[in-house]
């Protein structure tokens, strides 16, 4: 069992940065790949960057690449998103997500995530 806790959202301007971090504990965290999904009011959740057990691939969907950043440390258990050159529309609950002990290979559809945060909150003023 893996448990994570999302940390670092706020209200920040459009234009600002922000930078999520997700702790993760309960289990080998390095085995793990991860993801970062959100899910804005009224929509489905979407992944947002997904990045393997070492940090050597990473995936971004269309609307952040360029922006956002993941990035992992395996000796502090924590996977982070760097979010640069925010815009109203990545206003959204932010949701750390955990693959399967050995799954390690990184993965953009939800269903293929077996552990949930709880989300924090990222929102944009224009």
């Known amino acids: 069992q893996v448990q994570l806790v999302e940390s670092g959202g706020g209200l920040v301007q459009a234009g600002g940065s922000l930078r999520l971090s997700c702790a993760a504990s309960?289990?080998?965290?390095?085995?793990?790949?991860m993801g970062w999904f959100r899910q804005a009011p009224g929509k489905e959740r979407e992944i947002v960057a997904g990045?393997?057990?070492?940090?050597?691939?990473?995936r971004y969907s269309d609307p952040v690449k360029g922006r956002f950043t993941v990035s992992r440390d395996n000796a502090k258990n924590t996977v982070y998103l760097q979010m640069n050159s925010l815009k109203p529309e990545d206003t959204a609950v932010y949701y750390c997500?955990?693959?399967?002990?050995?799954?390690?290979?990184?993965?953009?559809?939800?269903?293929?995530?077996?552990?949930w945060g709880q989300g924090t909150q990222v929102t944009v003023s224009s």
């Open positions: 990045i393997n057990w070492r940090g050597t691939d990473t």
């Open positions: 309960g289990h080998t965290f390095a085995s793990n790949a």
């Open positions: 997500a955990a693959r399967h002990f050995m799954n390690t290979a990184v993965a953009v559809r939800d269903s293929e995530y077996d552990y």
